[in-house]
C-alpha cells in the first residue's frame, strides 16, 4: 500500500525559509498535495502538485519534486510567526476510488 | 456558507458507551468522509461516501459505523467505546473530480476512559 514519510519537527528563525519534506512510495500517477494545521482546527489546503510537474510556485510557497526519488518538499519563503503549524504531505494515486493517504504531519516552529 | 460543521466539539465517555458525531457541509459535495487523528500518526481515513447512498471503509474502520443520511450529513458511530477511540476525528467533503480539494471540518476532540 502508500506510505508517505516526513519528519515530526523543524524550527526556524523568523525572515528564514523552511523546507519541509515528504517521500512517497506510490509509483502511480498521482496528486501529492501539502495542508496547514493550526493549533484547534481542521487542515487546509495549501497547493498540490501532480506527478508529471516539477515545481509549482504560489507567493511564499514553492513545492519541488522529485519523481525518481519519490520525495515532495514544500519552501516557505520569508517564514512568518503565522507560519507555526503542522503541515501535512498527502497523495491521492490518480483514479476514482482511492482516497488520501497522509504522512505524519511536520511541526514547524517559528523562532522570533 | 459555513462550509463542514462537526458537533459535538469535544466528548468525554466512559468505556461501553455509544455515542455518534455528527458531520454537515452546505457545499454541495457528493463525497463525504471521516478520519481520526492521532499523535505522530496523521489522518488515517475510517469510513467514507463516495455519494449519497454508498459508505466503504477506510483504513480503520474496526469498532465504527457510519450513516449517510442525505447528501448533507454523514455521521460516524461508537456503538461500545474504547479507549483505543481517544481520539481527535474530523469530517471531510470533497466534490467530484480528480483535482478536487478536501474541505475539513474543526474536529471532534473524543476521550474514552
Known amino acids: 500500500g502508500e506510505d508517505v514519510e516526513q519528519s515530526l519537527f523543524l524550527s526556524v528563525r523568523e525572515g528564514d525559509s523552511s523546507v519541509i519534506n515528504c517521500t512517497y512510495t506510490d509509483s502511480s500517477s498521482t496528486y501529492l498535495y501539502w495542508y496547514k494545521q493550526e493549533p484547534g482546527a481542521g487542515l487546509q489546503l495549501l497547493t498540490y502538485i501532480f506527478s508529471n510537474m516539477d515545481m509549482k510556485q504560489d507567493q511564499r510557497l514553492t513545492v519541488l519534486l522529485n519523481k525518481k526519488d519519490k520525495h515532495l518538499s514544500l519552501r516557505i519563503a520569508d517564514t512568518q510567526t503565522g507560519d507555526s503549524a503542522i503541515y501535512f504531505c498527502a497523495e491521492r494515486p490518480s483514479g476514482s476510488a482511492r482516497q488520501l493517504t497522509f504522512g505524519s504531519g511536520t511541526q514547524l516552529t517559528v523562532l522570533p | 456558507n459555513a462550509g463542514v460543521t462537526q458537533t459535538p466539539k469535544f466528548q468525554v465517555l466512559k468505556t461501553g458507551q455509544s455515542m455518534t458525531l455528527q458531520c454537515a457541509q452546505d457545499?454541495?459535495?457528493?463525497?463525504m468522509y471521516w478520519y481520526r487523528q492521532d499523535p505522530g500518526m496523521g489522518l488515517r481515513l475510517i469510513y467514507y461516501s463516495a455519494s449519497e447512498g454508498t459508505t466503504d471503509k477506510g483504513e480503520v474502520p474496526n469498532g465504527y459505523n457510519v450513516s449517510r443520511l442525505n447528501k448533507r450529513e454523514f455521521s460516524l458511530r461508537l456503538e461500545s467505546a474504547a479507549p483505543s477511540q481517544t481520539s481527535v476525528y474530523f469530517c471531510?467533503?470533497?466534490?467530484?473530480?480528480?483535482?478536487?480539494?478536501?474541505?475539513f471540518g474543526p474536529g471532534t476532540r473524543l476521550t474514552v476512559t
Open positions: 457545499m454541495n459535495h457528493n463525497s
Open positions: 471531510a467533503s470533497k466534490k467530484t473530480g480528480a483535482q478536487a480539494e478536501q474541505y
